[in-house]
């Protein structure tokens, strides 16, 4: 968005704003003899997108009126009008009776400050004084980067307080661990699920960060330069929530980097829910059959009455593909623009708005999904002694009874080459048959096989093992006190 200082006035002579009583020109047109087409004007207009920040707009433009007229520069009278004014504006936007209009301006800057200094006259006019749409759309990006971050910790903190619920609920449940996709060691599934609850804890500390980066206050900062109006920048800073101004005005309008931010956080964790939506995909599968999505979560077929598809998940996994791209079109945008503002920064607000919505999203539907799906602990436990998961713990024993670990992993790598030749579990062999490939093994040696032996055994502080995944759980139930703490703040 082009610098706009036209209509800028000083209230100390109480002039009246720039091209009063001549026909209507835009708000940056006192320069120019001509106008661009209006297939530029489209082209170059950001209103139908950033018309979303209207609320972050009105609250920067009352903050910024309040302070012009407690630092003299407006009347309280104008202040008044401007405030009032705005309010209307609000009210009307609110109810879906204000008129947007991108052939008459070009943001959402231009199409509110228009509006109202037709309504209120030449104070309105005067809002814009020691301002610049640089500072403005800055201050808006801000705020609304602020709110969606609050929208988003929201968000993945209900997202937590399912995992922790089905954590519990499904204790003591095991199943098959994967590596490579190929069956591995026996855990709990409350462990498994708790994997996701900490991918969500990261993601909720990398969305804080980014709200910190966006909670400083760029008003103030004009074109680039600062302004020879007396300005009370902490003032505005202050009224709006920020925790204080930034430092650099040259920085303060050019800046992107709380929004790349937001879209690394949001890209991250929807990458998380992605690896969430994998595997729901694959455990619904027949073939797996670990769990059943519920019926609201599920679609059918146009043409095979028998098909329940996770469509939801499907979805969600491949929306990942945008939120990842709309952090790398953000990076390549700043990577090339010399300071301060240039154009190519309008490109800042769809990505945000893009990454945001489908995190958001993704977060509900996930948050869904997970609440109602119904794991089938028989087949998990069932799938749990397919593979040969006990080989490590056979492995284990052997080398309890003093044969070193590489030794001991070859012997139970020839038992289970000849367990798959020959179509058996390592749990129906018999003593004798395992003394055949080693003296060590003796009867308490199928103890070593038994799957929630093997599971409870895991007891190294984060392991599945029962009593590790009870200190885990306790843990997962503090840090999620501390995340709604947070939110309540």
């Not at 091209?19 to 020109?25: L, Q, S, V, Y």
């Not at 991918?199 to 004009?222: E, I, K, V």
């Not at 709309?326 to 708005?353: H, I, N």
């Not at 489908?358 to 397919?386: I, N, P, Y």
Request: glycine fraction near 8%.
């Amino acid at each position: 968005m082009a610098d706009s200082k036209a209509k800028e006035v000083t209230a100390t002579n109480g002039a009246q704003a720039a091209g009063e009583g001549t026909e209507p020109k835009p708000l940056w047109g006192g320069r120019f003899s001509a106008a661009p087409t209006g297939e530029l004007e489209r082209f170059g207009a950001s209103l139908p997108f950033d018309k979303r920040m209207w609320r972050q707009d009105i609250r920067g433009s009352k903050a910024h009126a309040a302070m012009l007229a407690h630092q003299g520069v407006i009347s309280a009278e104008d202040e008044r009008l401007i405030r009032e004014g705005l309010d209307e504006i609000a009210g009307e936007i609110e109810r879906g009776e204000f008129s947007f209009d991108v052939d008459r301006d070009e943001d959402i800057h231009m199409a509110i400050e228009r509006v109202l200094t037709e309504r209120v006259g030449p104070a309105g006019g005067r809002l814009h004084t020691g301002r610049s749409r640089n500072d403005q759309t800055a201050v808006d990006t801000h705020m609304i980067a602020r709110d969606l971050a609050d929208e988003v910790l929201e968000a993945i903190a209900k997202m937590q307080a399912v995992v922790l619920e089905r954590a519990e609920g499904e204790f003591g449940v095991v199943m098959p661990g994967y590596t490579h996709m190929q069956p591995a060691q026996p855990v709990l599934l409350s462990h498994h699920l708790l994997a996701y609850f900490w991918m969500l804890d990261r993601d909720f500390r990398r969305f804080q960060a980014a709200r910190a980066a966006a909670n400083r206050c760029p008003l103030g900062s004009a074109a680039l330069a600062g302004t020879t109006y007396p300005l009370d920048r902490q003032m505005t800073s202050a009224a709006l929530g920020f925790d204080a101004a930034t430092n650099n005005s040259m920085d303060s309008v050019s800046d992107r980097d709380y929004l790349l931010d937001f879209i690394y956080a949001a890209s991250v964790c929807q990458v998380h829910l992605s690896r969430l939506c994998e595997e729901l995909v694959i455990w619904s599968t027949a073939e797996f059959a670990f769990v059943e999505m519920d019926d609201a979560h599920s679609t059918g077929s146009s043409i095979m009455p028998q098909k329940k598809n996770p469509d939801f998940a499907e979805l969600v996994r491949g929306k990942s593909g945008r939120v990842a791209g709309d952090l790398m079109g953000l990076l390549m945008t700043v990577k090339g623009t010399p300071l301060t503002y240039d154009k190519d920064l309008q490109e800042d607000k769809e990505p945000l708005f893009d990454a945001a919505d489908t995190v958001l999203g993704s977060l509900m539907a996930c948050t869904g999904m997970l609440a109602t799906c119904a794991f089938k602990d028989e087949r998990l436990r069932e799938a749990s002694h397919e593979g040969y998961m006990a080989a490590t713990d056979l492995a284990d024993y052997l080398v309890g009874k003093g044969l070193p670990f590489r030794q001991a992993h070859a012997v139970v790598g020839r038992i289970v080459g000849d367990c798959v030749r020959e179509g058996v579990t390592l749990q129906q062999l018999t003593t004798d048959e395992l003394r055949s490939y080693s003296e060590l093994f003796e009867g308490d040696a199928h103890a070593a096989l038994d799957i929630d032996n093997i599971v409870r055994r895991r007891t190294t502080y984060g392991g599945t093992g029962h009593d590790a995944v009870k200190v885990q759980l306790e843990e997962a139930k503090a840090a999620y006190g501390r995340n709604e703490a947070a939110l309540a703040r």
